[in-house]
């Protein structure tokens, strides 16, 4: 029945004749078009096709596929095209063509062949649903965001894939007061000395009024390299409650020196789950940063240094069983993941001892201690630990492993990994670590999301 049909997907073939390639694509669109009419579906079409269109009838048909807007019923629209001329030759939008969508995402590839020249995006700013924007543009396409035409008011859930500098960062997270959600990786390059020299009235005043996401929830910010720049951390994220930073390259992240204590402490109140990945951050100051958040259920820690110090501040109970008597660190804690791999160009080894680790999970599990359940401390079990782990590293979680294996026939979810040192990783964001939130996954949880609420 075509109204159950939901998904359509097209891709051409480089290998082919373009004409060949566009002919098949009509025939198929032809048939879903005509069959799913106005009932909801999905549109993606990967355009991966380097060579021109030829004529204007091919130009003329395949505009029609990559902008089937004319059918209400479109509710994600997906499109991956490589040259902008593409964009530029079959660019058509008719306008109150779009009340039911929803999702765009949108790569663009710019052809070696094509100069970096003023090119004509799709306008979607005439969508009163969208509210999920997924992007990945060549990176001076974020600079000005008038030749951007999307609804960016009334985004909730924001992806920019690859090719941010911080001077598109600085005007995209003003622009989009409603994000609940984002995820954006900057680009090498991101520029960070010449926005601390930037000395414009504009910059000034920006300085003196950091952005203010009031609904922001979920944050996640990658980099290739160190960023020195407090324009990412300048945030105020009053509703803050997932954070993950983390490097896709190398060794990287937020340089210690950007004394980033002040974005934590801002955003302390309601953050429940942190991650720092491959992040340039002493132990001994995340330690400093964990003591800021006393509702954390979840943390991951990927960074240079000894982890024992944090790891002692989990322990809640003294070798008699009995509660500490000084405050636990992140007493609501469930999930912990532990990396230690000698990254390729970390200032100093992630390092830990299997005592504190097994003590900590250990007093996360009071069953036997010596005090009456009214007496109890409030702390939530630790369910789940998960070890990312080097060669050198073996010996130790082997130790570990041994010591909670009573724990684990009880319940506890434990998690081992061995991982190869960094110099024989593929990119970071294809390495299955069995770390969560990673890459499109995540976004696949954010679409559903939207989707269903169907705002």
Same mark, same amino acid.
């Given at each position: 029945?075509?109204?159950?049909? /939901?998904?359509? !997907?097209?891709? !051409?073939c480089p290998k082919e004749p373009v004409q060949k390639v566009i002919e098949r694509m009509v025939c198929a669109g032809w048939l879903w078009f005509n069959c799913v009419k106005a009932h909801p579906f999905l549109f993606e079409m990967d355009w991966g096709h380097g060579g021109g269109f030829g004529n204007v009838q091919m130009c003329a048909a395949l505009r029609t596929l990559i902008f089937p807007f004319q059918l209400p019923g479109l509710r994600r629209y997906s499109l991956n095209i490589v040259g902008e001329d593409k964009l530029d030759? @079959?660019?058509y939008v008719p306008k109150n063509s779009l009340q039911n969508l929803r999702i765009v995402a949108l790569s663009v590839l710019r052809s070696n062949a094509i100069k970096r020249q003023r090119v004509r995006y799709p306008r979607? /700013?005439?969508?009163?649903?969208?509210?999920?924007? &997924?992007? @990945?543009?060549?990176? $001076?396409?974020?600079?000005?965001?008038?030749?951007?035409?999307f609804p960016w008011?009334?985004?909730?859930?924001?992806?920019?894939?690859?090719?941010? !500098?911080?001077?598109?960062?600085?005007d995209i997270i003003r622009a @989009?007061? !409603?994000?609940?959600? @984002?995820?954006?990786?900057?680009?090498?390059?991101? &520029?960070? &000395?010449?926005? $601390?020299?930037? $000395? =414009?009235?504009?910059?000034?005043?920006?300085?003196l009024n950091p952005p203010k996401l009031e609904k922001l929830v979920d944050l996640t910010i990658a980099c290739h390299r160190a960023i020195k720049s407090d324009t990412i951390l300048d945030l105020q994220c009053p509703r803050l409650q997932e954070l993950t930073?983390? =490097?896709? *390259?190398?060794?990287?992240?937020?340089s210690p020196t950007d004394q980033p204590s002040s974005f934590y402490r801002r955003t302390a109140p309601h953050l429940q789950v942190l991650a720092l990945r491959q992040q340039a951050i002493p132990a001994f100051d995340v330690l400093r940063i964990l003591r800021m958040m006393p509702h954390l259920v979840e943390l991951e820690i990927d960074c240079p240094g000894n982890y024992d110090p944090i790891l002692r501040e989990l322990i809640c109970l003294t070798p008699e069983r009995k509660p500490v008597a000084t405050p636990v660190l992140a007493p609501r804690l469930r999930t912990l993941r532990l990396v230690a791999v000698n990254h390729q160009g970390m200032p100093s080894k992630s390092t830990f001892s299997a005592a504190p680790l097994i003590q900590a999970v250990q007093s996360?599990?009071?069953?036997?201690?010596?005090?009456?359940? =009214?007496?109890?401390p409030a702390i939530a079990y630790?369910?789940?630990?998960?070890?990312? *782990? $080097?060669?050198? *590293?073996?010996?130790v979680v082997d130790h570990v492993t041994r010591e909670l294996q009573r724990l684990v026939q009880w319940g506890l979810e434990l998690v081992t990994v061995l991982q190869k040192t960094a110099q024989h990783w593929p990119h970071m964001t294809k390495v299955n670590l069995a770390l969560p939130r990673h890459g499109d996954e995540q976004f696949e949880e954010w679409r559903r999301e939207v989707l269903r609420r169907g705002e």
């Amino acid at each position: 029945m075509p109204q159950l049909w /939901e998904k359509l !997907s097209l891709y !051409s073939c480089p290998k082919e004749p373009v004409q060949k390639v566009i002919e098949r694509m009509v025939c198929a669109g032809w048939l879903w078009f005509n069959c799913v009419k106005a009932h909801p579906f999905l549109f993606e079409m990967d355009w991966g096709h380097g060579g021109g269109f030829g004529n204007v009838q091919m130009c003329a048909a395949l505009r029609t596929l990559i902008f089937p807007f004319q059918l209400p019923g479109l509710r994600r629209y997906s499109l991956n095209i490589v040259g902008e001329d593409k964009l530029d030759a @079959c660019f058509y939008v008719p306008k109150n063509s779009l009340q039911n969508l929803r999702i765009v995402a949108l790569s663009v590839l710019r052809s070696n062949a094509i100069k970096r020249q003023r090119v004509r995006y799709p306008r979607f /700013e005439n969508a009163p649903r969208l509210r999920m924007l &997924e992007l @990945c543009l060549p990176f $001076d396409r974020y600079h000005d965001l008038k030749n951007l035409h999307f609804p960016w008011n009334q985004l909730t859930h924001l992806v920019i894939l690859d090719g941010l !500098s911080l001077y598109g960062w600085r005007d995209i997270i003003r622009a @989009c007061p !409603s994000l609940k959600r @984002c995820y954006v990786v900057f680009e090498e390059n991101a &520029e960070p &000395e010449g926005l $601390d020299q930037d $000395d =414009s009235v504009d910059a000034k005043n920006q300085v003196l009024n950091p952005p203010k996401l009031e609904k922001l929830v979920d944050l996640t910010i990658a980099c290739h390299r160190a960023i020195k720049s407090d324009t990412i951390l300048d945030l105020q994220c009053p509703r803050l409650q997932e954070l993950t930073l983390f =490097s896709q *390259h190398r060794y990287g992240g937020f340089s210690p020196t950007d004394q980033p204590s002040s974005f934590y402490r801002r955003t302390a109140p309601h953050l429940q789950v942190l991650a720092l990945r491959q992040q340039a951050i002493p132990a001994f100051d995340v330690l400093r940063i964990l003591r800021m958040m006393p509702h954390l259920v979840e943390l991951e820690i990927d960074c240079p240094g000894n982890y024992d110090p944090i790891l002692r501040e989990l322990i809640c109970l003294t070798p008699e069983r009995k509660p500490v008597a000084t405050p636990v660190l992140a007493p609501r804690l469930r999930t912990l993941r532990l990396v230690a791999v000698n990254h390729q160009g970390m200032p100093s080894k992630s390092t830990f001892s299997a005592a504190p680790l097994i003590q900590a999970v250990q007093s996360r599990w009071w069953a036997g201690a010596d005090f009456d359940a =009214s007496e109890a401390p409030a702390i939530a079990y630790l369910d789940h630990v998960t070890i990312v *782990h $080097d060669a050198n *590293h073996a010996p130790v979680v082997d130790h570990v492993t041994r010591e909670l294996q009573r724990l684990v026939q009880w319940g506890l979810e434990l998690v081992t990994v061995l991982q190869k040192t960094a110099q024989h990783w593929p990119h970071m964001t294809k390495v299955n670590l069995a770390l969560p939130r990673h890459g499109d996954e995540q976004f696949e949880e954010w679409r559903r999301e939207v989707l269903r609420r169907g705002e």
